[in-house]
Structure formats: C-alpha cells, structure tokens
C-alpha cells in the first residue's frame, strides 16, 4: 500500500504546555484507512483532522464493535521524540480485533504510517515536565446495516492529543472504591480486549464512586466477586510482605503493556513477583497484620498510581499513611526516565521517530 498525504492549510495554535489537561486537545493532523471485503485494507492516508462522516445506521452505533489502543510519543531533553513499546500495542490492537471479528492490520506498516503521522505533527509533542502527546488508534465498524453480525467495512484512523497528567491528583495517592454491586467482565467475554464496551461498562460505578469522592473502581471477578481483577483504567499491584503481586491474566482483565513493563523491571531488581488469584478479604487480612505495603495501579495514561486509601464497604483502609510508597516511586521514576531518556532503556523499549 502506498501512504498518501496531503496537509492542512490552516494550522491550530498551541496551546501552552502548563495548560494541558488529557484528552480535549487535537492535532492538525490524521491517519485514516479502510476496508472492504473486496479490496482488504486499503487507501491508507494522513490528512488533515476532520469529522468522520457517517450513516445514522453506520453499526459502530448500534452494536459496538470498535476496538482501540493508547500509547504515547514523548519528548526528550535533546529535543528528540520516541515511543514506549509501540508495537506491542499493535500486536494487543490485532488481539482486540480477533475477539471483536475485524479484520488484522499489518503491524509494520501502521508502525510506519504512525511516525510518518508524527514527524507531520512533531511540534505538537509537549516539552514540560509530565506532558506527552498521547496516540489513539481505533477501528470502526462502518456498515449501515441494522442486524446483529460483524460488519464488512471498517475505518481505521489514529489521531493525536497533548496532555498532561492523567489524574488531577498527579503523582500523588489517589483513592479507590470496591464494588459488589456491578461486574465489568467476565472470562470469556471482552475483559482481555481493549474495546468500547469494556469501558461503558465501567461508567455507572465510576460516576458512583465520584460521587462519593473516590477517583476510580477497583473491580472484583463478575462470578464469586471476591477475587480482585483491575482498576477502571489501569491494572492493579500490591506490595505484601516484600512481595509484588498481581491479578493473573485469566482472559477478563486487560493485558496492559505498564504491567507488563513492571513485572519485568521488578524482575531485573530480584523482587518477588506474583501473578495469581488475590481476592480482597487477603488485601483486608495483609492491612489488618501490618503486611500491605503498598498498592498502586500502572498504565499508559498515569503510567504508575499509588493507591491512598481503599474502600470495600464499610472498610476503609489507609495504605502508607497517605503517601507514595517506595516500590511505586521507584518504579514510576524508572519507565518515565527511559520514556523521556533520561536514563537508558535496558529491555529495548524505545522506539526512536
């Protein structure tokens, strides 16, 4: 296939880099792509950022069937941008496809049309502290047909959005609510994708658990709701008795490549790592013996979260007296030194644009 550009004749301001939230701001600039059953994917494109036109019958509306990732570029001292293991998030993007039936993409060609797409938009990568540009590809199902089946035509299109910190707490404790009222997932269904209806799933709780001044949802397994899966928007450790442990992948949660980043990091410094079944009555057991020492939640948005306090019912637990623990520190310090190279990358990581 052959990448075709064309650029925008009228060019947004910047806004400044202190004024950057996450997610309100876009770029000049888009990656489209289609297909059809005939032709495949195809007509692959950088134009300039625009609405996306489309039947009120198009079945993305009716039936949901999209998929997405989320990665980021970020700018280093020099002035130079990279990416964070980029193509592991195309690698999970065709993951999510297969579970959604839509059609593979050819990771090494989008990798391509992505750093093409970049180095178009290359002076909208922030410089501040904290700040990156953050890279949303998804896919679309374009049919205008009303009937439950996988769609024949989808779009394909990445676009581009400087931010800032994903939560308003920044690096600092954030709080988080348990519930046993609502299930996000279940094994067998859409947990492990990274696809729309995961997170429509996710929003009722969530307004809920803000309501009662809580930043996000610590889900629990959908059958016994005992065993504790992931946070709305990250996956979760904790720090038991110098042990790190983990929600195991049983095909509900989301595979997150920060977690993945973790886990083999906390292996190179010999730390214990566990991936299994922890259910919340032995997060309420370890707090109550003195041997929870940490809890925070990993992901491309906030890369490392720490956790403050945990609510599950009437409990209420303090988690470190309110402060970032050691282990989060060290490694929220770690990836974001090698995502801004500040440090060197020691497990090949960075993709250079």
Known sequence: ???????????????DDSELTFGTIFTDHMFNMDYGPD????????????PIQMDP????LHYGQAVFEGL?????ASGDIQLFRPKDNFKRLN???????IPELDPDFIFSSLKELLKIDKSWVPSAPETSLYIR????????FLGVRASYTYRFFIILSPVGVYYKEGFNPVKIWVTKDYVRAVRGGLGEAKTAANYAASLYAGEQAHENGYTQVLWLDGVEQKYIEEVGSMNIFFVIDDELITPMLNGSILPGITRDSVI???KTWNIRVAERRISIDEVMKAHASGTLQEIFGSGTAAVISPVGELKCGDTVLAIGDGKVGPLAHRFFKTLTDIQYGKAKDPLGWIEPV
């Open 1 to 15: 296939m052959q990448l075709t550009i064309k650029k925008s004749d009228k060019l947004k301001s910047h806004p």
């Open 39 to 50: 032709m495949g994917w195809h007509h692959p494109r950088i134009e300039p950022f625009a």
């Open 57 to 60: 019958a198009t079945m993305v």
């Open 72 to 76: 980021k570029a970020y700018r280093t």
């Open 95 to 101: 993951r999510s496809c297969r579970k959604l039936c």
């Open 137 to 144: 590809p998804t896919i679309i199902a374009m049919d205008p």
């Open 264 to 266: 083999a990091l906390a």
